[in-house]
């Protein structure tokens, strides 16, 4: 029986078992990394990357959705990270990444 607390936040939306295993940080990092800016590096900073960006790889079709909903998530839940990265910051990046997708269709 999994300890009080332990129990795993599935994000409910569509997809969100997958970016739950990804981790919106890790997510919105990654590809500000690659359609942003390449020199922003805190996603490599853990250890399971590869991994992670498998599955992201596999999930194109959820991007802009999974963008949208991390527009929506509190400061406090997304300050909750391992990347040393701001909620606001995130919400920011998520932004900037939208729309350089929306700019290369």
Known sequence: MPS??????IFSFDGGDKLTTIGATFFVSYLYHLHVDTMHRNWASIKTQNSRISTINNSKNHYRAWLSHIQNMSDANLNRNSLGLEGSAMRQMALAVQEKLRNDC
């Open 4 to 9: 009080k607390g332990s129990e795993r936040h």
